[in-house]
């Protein structure tokens, strides 16, 4: 079974220019998820889907930041513009979404931001 | 809010010493609590998981009880291996079961052999 998928790997961008980052979930997960991880600190989540509803973005800092989960499968998220504090690691993760406590999340390997 | 609070590391060990590192944690409701480890170049992944009180979690020699009395999680191995060497993540979730996980900021395991 194939894991969840993040293109790219690696980006380096200048500060003030967009930039994209794709997820692709494990098939038939209904849960997707967003995480940002700081260097040295544990991921905080950004925005999480269920099918193709953000059903929590509080963490989302709209004024630069958007995701689409078109289909309810695949997820974009985007910065624009960026800033040299957008460095980051972007972690995708995906859930069944079936509900009940303790439900595993699955995670991506993540793409490494690095604004200049 | 939600919190979790790891020991700082990074923790370094020789081969096939007692392993355990500290979990605790504050949320509302019964959260459920899971342990997530990051090897070098690689993506997060879940060691282990307990769903309610007095629940062990285990895996790969990894274990790990759900303590709601003294509201911890602490991870614990009893002979590590050059192979743990890792980043050990603590997280939970609390409410419904697809809501976002809280992490701990990780703990750096290092084992010498």
């Known amino acids: 079974e194939a894991g969840v998928v993040q293109s790219p790997r690696y980006k380096i961008i200048e500060k003030k220019q967009p930039v994209a980052f794709w997820c692709n979930p494990i098939?038939?997960?209904?849960?997707l998820y967003w995480y940002l991880q700081n260097l040295g600190q544990g991921p905080e989540l950004l925005i999480r889907?269920?099918?193709?509803?953000?059903?929590?973005d509080s963490q989302l800092p709209k004024d630069r930041f958007s995701a689409e989960r078109l289909k309810g499968v695949d997820s974009t998220l985007k910065i624009q513009p960026a800033e040299l504090g957008d460095s980051a690691v972007y972690l995708c993760?995906?859930?069944?979404?079936?509900?009940?406590?303790?439900?595993?999340?699955?995670f991506g390997p993540g793409t490494r931001l690095l604004v200049l | 809010g939600n919190s979790v609070t790891q020991m700082e590391g990074p923790v370094t060990l020789s081969e096939e010493a007692f392993l355990t590192i500290n979990c605790t944690y504050t949320?509302?409701?019964?959260?459920?609590l899971f342990w997530y480890v990051q090897y070098p170049g690689e993506g997060l992944q879940l060691l282990l998981k307990?769903?309610?009180?007095?629940d062990k979690g285990s895996n790969k020699g990894f274990e790990a009880t759900y303590r709601k009395e003294t509201t911890s999680f602490h991870l614990e191995k009893g002979s590590v291996q050059v192979s743990d060497s890792a980043v050990y993540f603590c997280?939970?979730?609390?409410?419904?079961?697809?809501?976002?996980?809280?992490f701990g900021k990780g703990t750096h395991l290092i084992i010498q052999p």
């Open positions: 993760a995906s859930s069944l979404g079936v509900g009940g406590g303790g439900e595993t999340q699955y």
């Open positions: 098939s038939g997960h209904n849960t």
């Open positions: 889907y269920e099918n193709e509803e953000a059903v929590d």
């Open positions: 949320a509302t409701g019964y959260p459920s």
């Open positions: 307990a769903t309610k009180a007095d």
């Open positions: 997280a939970l979730i609390s409410g419904g079961g697809a809501d976002g996980l809280t």
